[in-house]
């Protein structure tokens, strides 16, 4: 790799894989050290293709979501089965990993600017602007450079495009499936809300089950599912489908607490759930 060879989007490659290090490096422990995070999906991971692929996930902080996937991508391409120890994966990590994000929140601060270095695409929400809600047109510049990230490389997404759970599912994400017909990845995140503060930067509270489930490719028919069938299956994919507010049947609560207990086990005496 030349030492100034760039991205479709102008970033230096060597600058983006040095940051990509250290902010992996300080922000390791957020995961395997102050909370243990429990992975399931490595190997799908390891057999997706290296460009057009569309990760799309619920969303819980601003930023620890995406830190997280780094991790887990990353250590998942290096071998590793649903497992983030040793950092040694982000020595030589894939660098053309992006996330879509919001404008105004990449600019908000020096921290952000660095973060959106790493790999954002930085759009601007129609819904949302300043903490007001607002009605504008997408802009079809910001359609385009999700497209090239896509044919660069990897792209994730979080298609409710707020933190807010069961929030209705933006269309914008299904008309980019249909134009550009990536490979869709479910990924269903929990604990990170409990684990940190909305932006996900400060550690709340520590011990806290984090979980990461990476699941198999959306089954999807490009030409003829309508716009709202796609935002259905993505609604079922990342469970924020309304459906699953439903009332958990009591011996299945039973069972999920006996889990988070074994797992709480395996965490304090750092050994895998497995």
């Keep these: 790799m030349g030492l100034f060879k760039r991205n479709p989007f102008g970033h230096i490659l060597f600058i983006k894989k040095w940051l990509i290090r250290i902010l992996g490096t300080l922000t390791h422990r957020r995961f395997r050290g102050f909370n243990e995070l429990q992975i399931d999906g490595s190997e799908i991971i390891r057999s997706l293709p290296d460009t057009n692929v569309l990760f799309i996930s619920n969303h819980q902080t601003y930023f620890a979501d995406v830190v997280a996937m780094f991790h887990v991508f990353n250590a998942s391409l290096s071998n590793r089965d649903d497992s983030i120890k040793n950092v040694g994966y982000l020595w030589n990590p894939k660098l053309n990993i992006y996330y879509v994000a919001a404008k105004e929140t990449m600019k ?138 439903k009332v958990i049947p009591q011996d299945e609560l039973m069972a999920q607490e ?17």
């Design 258 to 274: 006996e889990l988070n207990k074994l797992r709480k086990w395996k965490a304090d005496n750092k050994k895998p759930l497995v």
């Design 108 to 245: 908000a601060g020096l921290l952000p600017k660095i973060l959106a270095y790493v790999g954002s695409i930085s759009i601007e929400r129609t819904w949302r602007a300043e903490g007001k809600d607002v009605n504008r047109q997408v802009k079809m510049s910001d359609i385009s450079m999700i497209g090239k990230a896509l044919d660069d490389g990897w792209v994730i997404t979080f298609p409710q495009g707020t933190t807010t759970p069961f929030k209705p599912i933006r269309k914008g994400t299904a008309h980019i499936i249909k134009k550009y017909k990536p490979i869709v990845v479910p990924i269903v995140i929990d604990g990170f809300r409990r684990s940190f503060d909305k932006k996900g930067l400060r550690v709340k509270k520590k011990n806290i089950l984090q979980s990461m489930e990476i699941k198999a490719p959306l089954e999807i028919d490009y030409e003829n599912d309508s716009i709202a069938q796609i935002v259905e299956k993505i609604e079922y994919a990342i469970e924020q489908h309304p459906s699953f507010l």
